[in-house]
């Protein structure tokens, strides 16, 4: 299956299913490269109507600090590192700070 048949499938997906956010961030995911303005906004909406879906947290922080959106990132990690503590998310926690602290010194914000 070629990229742009996971791009209709998973708009197809979202359309069928507009409360699972798994189909909104994959094809945020898929989105990345080849439409990263898309992806973007995708990835916000995750973060503002399924602030509890955990997965989106790490790509979307890494995603806006590829685009120079420093402030987002920090805060999207931020809130993420919160959220995996509350759900006890003990490894998605640890890939979260490893992640947030190498973003922090690659930007010289520590």
């Known amino acids: 299956m070629g990229n742009l048949d996971r ?6 997906f979202i359309s069928e299913e507009p409360e699972n956010p798994f189909n909104i961030y994959a094809l945020a ?6 439409e990263p303005k898309e992806s973007q906004n995708l990835f916000e909406k995750l973060l ?7 997965p989106t947290y790490y790509p979307a922080a890494h995603f806006f600090a590829e ?3 420093l402030e987002k990132a920090q805060e999207t990690f931020e809130k993420g590192i919160e ?8 490894k998605t926690l640890q890939e979260l700070n490893n992640a947030y602290q190498n973003f922090l010194f690659e930007n010289d914000l520590d």
């Open 7 to 12: 791009i209709e499938l998973l708009r197809q």
């Open 83 to 90: 959220l995996a503590k509350t759900k006890l998310e003990t």
């Open 67 to 69: 685009w120079d959106d």
């Open 29 to 34: 995911l898929e989105l990345q490269e080849s």
């Open 48 to 54: 503002i109507e399924f602030p509890e879906y955990l």
